[in-house]
């Protein structure tokens, strides 16, 4: 089994994520860990939480409540609902069912301590726990068997502004941080994330079980926004695609690349992305570490895996 920890900010897609990844039997979520992003880090914390109780021995860690520089922009209630689940509301949770007491950062570094090449990170929010981690402890970078994150857009547009894709531009800095370091990240950006489209009628599939009848309701909610600001019909499978290429890595075509995000101007979270043979055009960038970005997907492919898991 593949032991995963899932750095959330739930959220519709980080929802569909988790229990994509609960439900498959390939992967071990070993724990959540929560950052600001989608929602506070206070409602991102009751959120995961509440989908613990959908597993057997899921710990939550809370995380950051802002970005590492930059003063936070704000929720995008307008996207994920108020609470983090659309209209979903939650329910009061069992007065026994709380956050462990270490943060999320050194848990991280506990956790990679522990069990060391063993750990898969999964980075659905701002990137802010993991340079946290980092800084306290660089050499963590050796321990960790690979970093899976969604955001960025190496060859399209972005979602918040022309360049700059939500999570990057939620902590810049905290992004920077994670692609400069010596670890192997995946980049699920929106080059594949907004390829793959749930509609309506596929959620309608899944079973009527409390899982179930919570993805569709939190989930249309979703659906409905994407209808409205871009007159899609669904919603753009950004955080599931991460646990997608975890599941089935053939599903995505990548290319290696060094990336860099931009934590300053007009162009700010904006991930700029060199080829790894640099040839005479050097100016800093042979110190920054080449990666893995994926930049097609089978949409098929993912959409099947996330149903079959949920
Ligand atoms: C990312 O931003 C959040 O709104 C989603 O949960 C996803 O992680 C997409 O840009
Ligand atoms: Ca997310």
């Known amino acids: 089994k593949t032991k995963i920890i899932i750095d959330t900010d739930p959220g519709v897609d980080d929802a569909l ?19 600001f992003g989608n929602v506070s880090v206070e409602q991102a914390t009751q959120n995961a939480l509440f989908l613990s109780q959908f597993a057997h021995d899921l710990p939550v860690y809370t995380g950051a409540a802002a970005p590492l ?31 462990q007491s270490l943060p999320a950062a ?9 069990e060391p090449g063993d750990i898969t990170l ?49 902590d810049p800095h905290a992004a920077d941080l994670v692609f400069g370091a010596d670890w192997p990240i995946t980049m699920v950006g929106l080059d594949v994330t907004e390829k793959t489209i749930l509609n309506e009628a596929l959620l309608a599939t899944l079973p009527d079980d409390t899982q179930g009848q919570f993805l569709k309701q939190a989930s249309a ?17 950004h955080d599931p695609s991460t646990i997608a290429y975890l599941l089935n890595p053939a599903l995505f075509n990548h290319e290696p690349g060094r990336v860099r995000v931009i934590a300053e101007g007009l162009a700010i979270g904006q991930t700029a992305i060199a080829p790894p043979h640099l040839e005479f055009m050097q100016a ?3 110190d920054v570490p080449v990666n893995n970005i994926c930049t097609d997907v089978d949409s098929q492919g993912v959409l099947d895996t996330l ?3 949920l």
């Open 307 to 309: 149903l079959s898991a």
């Open 17 to 35: 994520a988790i229990c994509m990844a609960l439900n498959s039997p390939e992967l071990r979520v070993k724990a959540l860990t929560t950052v």
């Open 106 to 114: 050194d848990y991280l570094v506990q956790a990679t301590r522990e």
């Open 122 to 170: 999964v980075a659905l929010g701002p990137l802010t726990n993991l340079a946290l981690a980092l800084q306290l402890d660089p050499s963590m970078t050796q321990r960790v068997k690979q970093v899976v994150v969604m955001g960025g857009a190496a060859h399209t547009t972005g979602n918040v502004s022309p360049v700059a894709e939500a999570n990057m531009y939620a």
């Open 284 to 286: 800093g960038w042979e």
């Open 69 to 99: 520089i930059i003063p936070p922009n704000g929720y995008p209630a307008h996207v994920h609902g108020q609470g983090g689940f659309g209209d979903f509301p939650l329910p009061t949770m069992p007065a026994d069912l709380l956050a």
């Open 221 to 237: 909610f979703y659906i409905d926004f994407y209808r409205q600001a871009m007159g899609l019909d669904g919603c753009m499978v």
